[in-house]
């Protein structure tokens, strides 16, 4: 299969620690594939990495098979990936036109442009009506929206999508990661996303990682990893209940 | 009539105030720092232009003198930021704070070995020439100042909110980060924000030698008020700096002319610290909240 994204024994230093300690990875053409861990794991760090907002001490990253370690996002945004940071990050004072228009900075052809911010438009609706408004007076769910139509207008073919749930009420979670898949299915981009949300996140994925501190624990298929006891005991909060219908000791996790 | 006609040389002067308060708005948006040798780069600028428009060295015509002083500032302020600035890029903003105090020395002590220190004039084809207008005396020059700082200004507002560059380092201020992460150059938009923040100078700096006269120490009091004036704005924000000198500037010669002696050098650091404590944020404060 192709792989989009290849992430070999990659290294990164935040400041001091060492939040990536040789994480390998591979994202296949067309996939959703998810990368799971609690905080602290190092999940921001390695997308921060592969989108050259940090650059690594060691490893090597290959994005449809050229290297890009190191290299200026504004370099790898022109070649088609794009971030989609965590916490949204919106430009607050900018009107969300405004925010999509500069999520399209790299590119030059204004009427594609245009076609393209109505493209997104009719993905996220809400932002159509509320296109003349400052993008800092929406509410949390639509600034995601808005932050993932940004990321859309550079045309990606992969899309980092870091914690779009962070924040989020569980139904508007569900409304964001629907059409999170249709967009991977409909416009064919594939999409490398981290979640806290394990639940959702492996509905959504067709393939899964394990991340924790700073290296991958676990990988599998997203329905292998839902009906792994590790997963559903630290990730889905299904505790294994004993005889007597309470858990009496803590569970050790097997990959240890 | 004497009233208005304080306000109006009140309002020249503000322009310049204002001209210079938006360097410094602009530079602390595109860095929150601010630079402390904006009023030397209206000094320079100011010796800039007089070296080009006056007779007795290149002798050329006022606007093109404008044109020249403003390009060369420009260049001046994208290589202050390519090869001294981005040097200390990361570091903590005091770092940047010492730079340009130190920068401020520098240029003062260059302008004093080139020109002299003597206080020199600009000859402007304005000088000394006055518009009637019902009853109002109003000295060519303050005319000029006038209509100069309205172009520049609602020019640079179109450029800010119509030009993709504009809009970009709008985004680039309020969200470094995120313009990181879309492609945006912010490196390189910064070094434009240094030379766009190094043209204004020099157009403040020109017109006020054609007003009076100018010398090596110029830039440093005028820049002071110039900064009271940004504060006073917000520094966050180009309309209120503007808004902030042009009341510095009216409020200087009412409080000469009917206050007694003294207080017209202070009305405006009153201003500041009135306006500081009853708006902490300024007049135009951006109040930006973030929704997690």
Redesign the interface.
Known sequence: MNNVLEVRNLETFYGPVMALRGVSIEVPQGQIVTILGANGAGKTTLMKTV?G?LSPNKGVILFHGDRIDGK???????KGL??V?E????????TVA?NL???A??RNDRVEIAKDIEMVYDYFPILRERRNQPA?TM??GQ?QMLSIG?GLM?RPTLMLLDEPS??LSPLLVQEIFTIVRRLNREQGVTILLVEQNAQVALQAADYGYVLEIGRIVMAGSAEKLLNSDDIREFYLGHGSSGDRGEKRWKRKKTWR | MDILQLLISGIANGCIYGLLALGFVLIYKATEAVNFAQGDMLMLGAFLGITVINSNYMDMPFLAGLIAAAVVMGIFGYLLDRLVLRGIFGQPQFAMVILTIALGFLLRFFAGVTWGYDPISLESPFAGRILELGGLTIPMVDAVIIVATVLLTTSLYFFFART?LG??M??CS??Q?????????VKRVNAIVWALSGVVAAIAGVLFAAKGAIEPSTGLIFGIKAFAAAVIGGLGSLPGALAGGLLVGVVEPFASRYLPSGFGPIAPYALMLMVLVLRPGGLFA?I?????
């Open positions: 989108s907002a200026e996002p504004d370099e790898l945004v022109k794009a971030h940071p916490g949204r990050e919106v430009f607050p004072f900018l405004e228009a500069m999520g900075y790299t800092g509410s949390g600034q940004r550079s962070l924040g | 993709r809009v970009a709008q985004a309020q969200n980060m995120a313009a990181y992460y879309m492609g945006i150059p951006q930006k909240q973030k929704k997690v």
